[in-house]
């Protein structure tokens, strides 16, 4: 009874082994899940366990050494390198620990960059930037460098930059992890109101455990492979007893 | 994937972006000008007090001189050379994370390559323009106070810049002009190596390198 697209990712026995002298570290291995459209999923675990490894192979960014990854069905391993170009600028937002908006650019500037490279024209750009900027609540703060913005600013920045273009799924590094309690928990609420509204898959690499409350299931990740998988009932029963 | 998919970046998008990545860096382009500048301005100033003396006063100091001018001629552009690899090479290392960043968001390795060529260029071409312009009007200024007939000193000069003589590279060179598109030339020369390897950085590595 699978439906076409039901999945937004599907990893077949991920792995990515990195050779350090004579120790090989298996940061990721053999990781086979599904994650379905539209779903909030963390991936928890402590550092080192793999999280960022698990990122980088799901968003395309570092081949692995083993195994697949699907997105939208498609085993991005076979594509080109202007397919892939395509798959990070349309398919997959990204959203870091430490921001990476572009310094020199202003807020509007930055959330219009991955339209440039969609080919969207420069009016209509300008027009869904401001919309996406107005809508994390940064309408006041266009023409703003990434300096002249608090960290949580420019978190939102960066979440308005990666869901411009209307991305499958976005993909985010540790979104909390340089925000403080507050400003963190504003960030995670605002992920879930983009979530439930546009049926965007998002996948956060955490260990923040505020992001618990809000995640349809956790991926426990522990030297590299997935120690359980819960939903945020199971949790929730778990800290009852 | 269908036709319509496939990442642009237009030149016009490549050329607006580098325009404005060195308005905004303002400091470091003028770095990497300042070497450019004063590479180029001592190789005309150079040549322009030679062709101006010889062609007043004859070929008579003959090929001695010419060696000797050539010699220093090739030291300013090393010297400019150097200098001019060493802030792109700054300027590209300071900006992984930014390419890293631009990799995520969908360029492709040509079209970082792109950004920083044109970059290049458009430094080489003001850096030269200037560099040569001033070093052609002091040499021209300087000789027309310590010469003789100044108007005479004018015109020659003057004439330098329509002075195409292809069959003496110090003739050649002695073209302010010439001297522009040298300075392009080196400019892009220098920048194609960190150009090249920031091109072919992949986004982990290049998100994970601190400055």
Redesign the interface.
């Known amino acids: 009874m699978t439906l076409r697209y039901e999945y937004a990712v599907e990893t077949e026995d991920l792995a990515k082994y990195y050779v350090m002298g004579p120790v090989t570290v298996r940061a990721l291995d053999g990781v086979s899940v599904k994650i379905r459209r539209s779903e909030y999923l963390s991936i928890m675990g402590p550092s080192g366990s793999g999280k960022t490894t698990f990122f980088n192979m799901v968003g395309g960014l570092d081949r692995p050494t083993r195994g697949k990854v699907f997105i939208d069905e498609v085993d991005i391993a076979s594509l080109d390198a202007y397919e892939l170009a395509w798959l990070r600028a349309k398919k997959i937002g990204y959203i870091f620990q430490t921001f990476n908006l572009i310094p020199v650019l202003t807020a509007l500037e930055n959330v219009t960059l991955p339209m440039v490279f969609t080919g969207v024209e420069r009016e209509e750009r300008l027009r869904r930037a401001r919309e996406m900027l107005t809508r994390v609540g940064l309408g006041e703060r266009l023409d703003h460098k990434p300096g002249e913005l608090s960290g949580g600013q420019q978190q939102r920045v960066a979440i308005a930059r990666a869901l411009v273009n209307d991305p499958v799924i976005v993909l985010a590094d540790e979104p909390t992890g340089n925000l403080d309690l507050h400003t963190g928990l504003e960030i995670i609420n605002l992920l879930k109101t983009l979530n439930t509204e546009k049926k965007v898959t998002i996948i956060n690499a955490t260990h923040d455990l505020k992001m618990i409350d809000v995640s349809d299931r956790i991926f426990w990740l522990r030297d590299g492979k997935i120690e359980r998988i819960e939903t945020r009932a199971e949790v929730a029963v778990k800290e009852v007893e | 994937?269908s036709g319509e998919?496939?990442?642009?970046?237009p030149l016009s998008?490549a050329f607006s972006f580098s325009l404005?990545?060195i308005k905004?860096?303002f400091g470091r382009a003028l770095v990497t000008m300042a070497s450019i500048v004063l590479g180029i301005s001592f190789l005309t100033f150079l040549l322009t007090t030679g062709r101006i003396v010889s062609i007043l006063y004859g070929e008579g100091s003959g090929v001695a001189v010419q060696f000797y001018q050539l010699w220093m001629a090739v030291i300013a552009l090393l010297i400019c050379s150097v200098g001019i690899v060493n802030s792109m090479l700054m300027s590209v290392t300071e900006r992984y994370?930014?390419i890293?960043?631009?990799?995520?968001?969908?360029?492709?390795?040509t079209?970082v390559l792109e950004i920083f060529l044109i970059e290049a260029l458009l430094l080489g071409l003001i850096g030269g323009g200037i560099g040569a312009v001033a070093g052609w009007a002091i040499a021209t200024v300087w000789q027309a106070f310590t010469q003789a007939s100044p108007v005479n000193i004018f015109m020659v000069s003057a004439s330098l810049w329509t002075e195409f003589n292809a069959s003496n590279p110090l003739l050649l060179l002695a073209n302010p002009l010439i001297d522009i598109a040298l300075s392009v030339i080196i400019a892009l020369l220098a920048a194609l190596a960190p150009a090249y390897i920031a091109a072919k950085l992949?986004?982990?590595e290049a998100?994970r390198y601190e400055v």
């Open positions: 994937m998919e496939g990442v642009k970046f998008e404005e990545s905004r860096r994370k930014e890293g960043t631009m990799k995520c968001l969908g360029a492709m390795n079209h992949s986004p982990t998100l």
